[in-house]
């Protein structure tokens, strides 16, 4: 059957794919994604077919590859970090009834949740919730009910679209509502360019979090009550030291 | 330096391990881990030394792993899915100051959030929390708590530790909680094995899901108000639908 995968990439090095991913590409015959992802995986693959269109035209995107492999190639559709989150597999799935049938395969990846917790120590040891801080697709009453509700559970976040040109204030408001439940040095970090050529990263305090400047590279870390500096790392305790 | 990787496997078929996790159990000289783990990875490398403890003795298993390395062995001590989600990254954090300074490198790996998620189609699409049900370390309030707010915010959720032997009802009791804020026909899924043999899944409501009979290898997932079933899949929008 005529077979489309989504393929979550990682971070973008080849190191931080799987296997699974890797196989993935090289079954297909032709590549499919965003310019940025393209790009990181089309030198590996000299030769290869590789179909983009521009930011934000994520619907044609989609079409194109479900046409093509409606039509009889196997297909890789490429995402950066985890193909399901804030990837293109959900739009997949709801484009998919215009096409003729085709196998969709999901192929999971490192998203920048656990790569940059990776970078900073161990920061989402506990509970966690992931969320975009940008409003192109979700309006920012929702996004900030998520952040209170965050904060009052207590539970560890991973921030992610902290910042962008348009949205520049965007992660000192996010801060701002994490601040009226959270403790101003409540253990945060960010990392900028996860497994990539300038990969930076910064543990700081939530009020320094809300100061910062972060752009649409980074991804934010904000710890629970019991997040610690530890020998310059971000570590949220699951609970072992109780029995220490 | 002596160097620790604590390495996230992910689901657990060699597949689905990223080439960094594969890097670093080549490069150690002594894998370290639960045995469930080691399991996995041990028979990639015939004679390779295995250090293991039982259940539940996590902080015998990093200081084992620690005192190795601190001795001049490059160790891996493994985990299943992520290294920091509900792994072993903290804890060796945690304990490495009782020893000689070691280089501590931490290796993420697709989390059961992911892969089950890629099984079921794309549950988490949207903002999500990930919560542990088990209250073996934190008190269940606490857990009651964070349901409460995703449940009231409504956020996707992934479900670990959905049940075991002694906590049977806690799956139960946990969707009592959800059903106060999401509808009994909020949609669901869990995968069983996730990427291992005997690989299960299932969609369902959440009404259903209270029932359901789920072990310790199942990971369980929880919709928003717009997640849906199509063509057999768990799918939450991205937003992308309004520009459709």
Known sequence: MNKLYVVGLGPGNPAQMTYQARAALDEAEVLCGYTVYTDLVAPLYPGKPVLTTPMRREIDRC????????GGETVAMVCSGDAGVYGMACLIYQLAGEFPPVDIEIVPGVTAALSGAAVLGAPLSHDFCVISLSDLLTPWEQIARRLRAAAEADFCIALYNPASRKRADYLRRACDILLEKKAPET?????????????????????????????????????????????GRMVTPRGYEAKL
């Open 187 to 231: 253990v945060c970090g960010y990392v900028r360019n996860i497994g990539r050529e300038g990969q930076q990263s910064q543990i700081l305090s939530l009020a320094e979090l809300r100061e910062a400047q972060l752009d649409m590279f980074c991804t934010a870390f904000v710890g629970n009550g019991q997040t610690a500096r530890l020998a």
């Open 63 to 70: 079409r194109m590859a479900l046409e093509r492999a409606a």
